[in-house]
T-cell receptor, first 115, second 114 residues
Framework: GAGVSQSPRYKVAKRGQDVALRCDPISGHVSLFWYQQALGQGPEFLTYFQNEAQLDKSGLPSDRFFAERPEGSVSTLKIQRTQQEDSAVYLC?????????????FGPGTRLTVL | GESVGLHLPTLSVQEGDNSIINCAYSNSASDYFIWYKQESGKGPQFIIDIRSNMDKRQGQRVTVLLNKTVKHLSLQIAATQPGDSAVYFCAEINYGGSQGNLIFGKGTKLSVKP
């Protein structure tokens, strides 16, 4: 596809379950970002990849959050032992250049609801 | 579905009027500013950007103004249409202090009355 895609679009998890959220960036994009968006708020940065290297994970809220991009393309955000406060929309964005120096294109997001 | 616009400031305009959405940013060292539009159930969509060495930039029906003295950014939409109804976010990047991640401001919900 031409844009950033994410799957699943909706995920409902019971508290304590592990979840994995997938992001397919635009082909050839070097930079990949994950953001978390709580209801009624702007997106907040979680982590950044330049190709396969995770250069910044300062926004990950706890060690239950883990992200990877092993081949420098598809990325997975994993949340272990989910809690109710993890309920949010998780957005992925990619950009052609390294370091976010150009337009970041967003996917539709995955809405996670933890019961 | 749920709206991302809950509890956000709202601007209501008549179709055909001009809209002005304002944003105060936080970091005087930020280099790059972007406006995004977010419709319910979708990810943010790029509208227009501006570098810190500029004070105005125009696109199709949109203009962004940057006032670095007071750390203020505005988005002007000409001849607002019903399809412009969405939540609008400003975002900033400080390349010297980050890997280029966006820092989003509080959104504004724009409602266009036909």
């Amino acid at each position: 596809g031409a844009g950033v895609s994410q799957s699943p679009r909706y995920k409902v998890a019971k508290r304590g379950q592990d979840v994995a959220l997938r992001c397919d960036p635009i082909s050839g994009h070097v930079s990949l970002f994950w953001y978390q968006q709580a209801l009624g708020q702007g997106p907040e940065f979680l982590t950044y990849f330049q190709n396969e290297a995770q250069l910044d994970k300062s926004g990950l809220p706890s060690d239950r959050f883990f992200a990877e991009r092993p081949e420098g393309s598809v990325s997975t955000l994993k949340i272990q032992r989910t809690q109710q406060e993890d309920s949010a929309v998780y957005l992925c964005a990619s950009s052609f250049l390294a370091g976010g120096g150009d337009t970041q294109y967003f996917g539709p997001g995955t809405r996670l609801t933890v019961l | 579905g749920e709206s991302v616009g809950l509890h956000l400031p709202t601007l209501s305009v008549q179709e055909g009027d001009n809209s002005i959405i304002n944003c105060a940013y936080s970091n005087s060292a930020s280099d790059y500013f972007i406006w995004y539009k977010q419709e319910s159930g979708k990810g943010p969509q790029f509208i227009i950007d501006i570098r810190s060495n500029m004070d105005k930039r125009q696109g199709q029906r949109v203009t962004v103004l940057l006032n670095k003295t007071v750390k203020h950014l505005s988005l002007q939409i000409a001849a607002t249409q019903p399809g412009d109804s969405a939540v609008y976010f400003c975002a900033e990047i400080n390349y010297g202090g980050s890997q280029g991640n966006l820092i989003f401001g509080k959104g504004t919900k724009l409602s266009v009355k036909p």
